[in-house]
Nanobody
Framework: QVQLVESGGGLVQAGGSLRLSCAAS????????MGWYRQVPGKERLLVAL???????NYADSVKGRFTISRDNAKNTLYLHMNNLKPEDTAVYYC?????????????WGQGTLVTVSS
């Protein structure tokens, strides 16, 4: 089992910055990928940024150049640094962890943290 706890959301003016954190605990050795997703009510949950265990990253086109995903392996913590925030970034942000094995694949989600960007 993997537990994920997000923090760092809040209200910010357009152009501002926030850093989201995701603390992972439990069977973290199984984790092969971690990422950030966001969701607006009535719409699907979309990938924002992804990081593999090897450190490769992938970003949604809408956040490239503004958001940075990083991790602190010693603390089992994933971060999302968000710069130059725009109103369209307003959403609930979720941390995700994927555990891959020879005969299993499990997905774990945090509870979400709300980011609101005002004009």
């Amino acid at each position: 089992q993997v537990q994920l706890v997000e923090s760092g959301g809040g209200l910010v003016q357009a152009g501002g910055s926030l850093r989201l954190s995701c603390a992972a605990s439990g069977d973290t050795i199984c984790i092969s990928t971690m990422g950030w997703y966001r969701q607006v009510p009535g719409k699907e949950r979309l990938l924002v940024a992804l990081m593999t265990s090897g450190g490769s990253t992938n970003y949604a086109d809408s956040v490239k150049g503004r958001f940075t995903i990083s991790r602190d392996n010693a603390k089992n913590t994933l971060y999302l640094h968000m710069n130059n925030l725009k109103p369209e970034d307003t959403a609930v942000y979720y941390c995700n962890a994927g555990c891959q094995g020879n005969s299993f694949h499990l997905e774990f989600w945090g509870q979400g943290t709300l980011v609101t960007v005002s004009s």
